[in-house]
Structures are given as C-alpha cells and as structure tokens.
C-alpha cells in the first residue's frame, strides 16, 4: 500500500487539520477491508479507524470521534484519513493496511487488531505542534 499526507512534511499546528490518503494496487477493492493505524515508540501499533465499503462500515477509535474522518474511492482504489482538530497527542506514525474480508461471509467485527491486517503501508510520520 501506498500512502502520502497532503500537507508537505505532516507538520501541523494544534487544531489544524491534514488528510493522508493510501492507495491500494493489485487489489479487488471490495473484498478489503482498510484500517489506519498509529505507533509512537515504545507502543503498539493501535488502530485509529476502519472502513469496508463493500459492507457500508466505518468505525472510529474514541479519542478520534468528530475530529477525523474515513472515506474510500473504489474507482480510485484509495483510502483517505481527513485529520481535523489535531492534538498534539496525536503525533505519530501513521500506517494504513488493508485485510481480505471477501471470504468471512460479513462475520467480522471492527475494529480490527494489527495482527489480522494483510497489507501495510509505509508510515507516515504526523507531528502536531502545541
């Protein structure tokens, strides 16, 4: 997976907002599932937000509900994360995966753990100034 944020750098301002984007290939799109995840060192990979828009799902992890939100684009095969009323907490390194969900018969539960997730992208690394 590929992954990019769309401010230059992801250096932001408290408050501030950026969206990431993580773009899939070789893949049919809706037999995924996306997740974004975050580390900081020292931690576990924890995951942030989840979406299958095969099934029409999304889920957000509480310390991100109202401030971000997850989309898709099938035609495009890409995942975006829009980041509004960043936190200093926030400052991580940003990983979205993907997990072949076609074959649970829509018996999955969000959010999913890091160790279920197929594909990684590279981290992105997003730093929020107090």
């Known amino acids: 997976l590929r992954s990019s944020c769309r401010r230059w750098g992801g250096l932001v301002q408290a408050g501030g907002s950026l969206r990431l984007s993580c773009t899939a290939s070789?893949?049919?799109?809706?037999?995924?599932?996306f997740g974004w995840f975050c580390q900081v060192p020292g931690r576990a990979r924890e995951g942030v937000s989840f979406i299958s828009s095969s099934e029409g799902r999304t889920h957000y992890a509480n310390s991100v509900k109202g401030r971000f939100t997850i989309s898709s684009d099938g035609a495009k095969k890409t995942v975006y994360l829009q980041m509004d009323g960043l936190r200093p907490e926030d400052t991580a390194n940003y990983y979205c995966?993907?997990?072949?969900?076609?074959?649970?018969?829509?018996?999955?539960?969000?959010?999913?753990?890091?160790?279920?997730?197929?594909?990684w992208g590279e981290g992105t690394l997003v730093t929020v100034s107090s």
């Open positions: 070789g893949l049919t799109f809706d037999d995924y599932a």
């Open positions: 995966a993907a997990e072949k969900i076609s074959t649970y018969g829509g018996n999955y539960y969000f959010p999913r753990n890091r160790y279920s997730m197929d594909y």
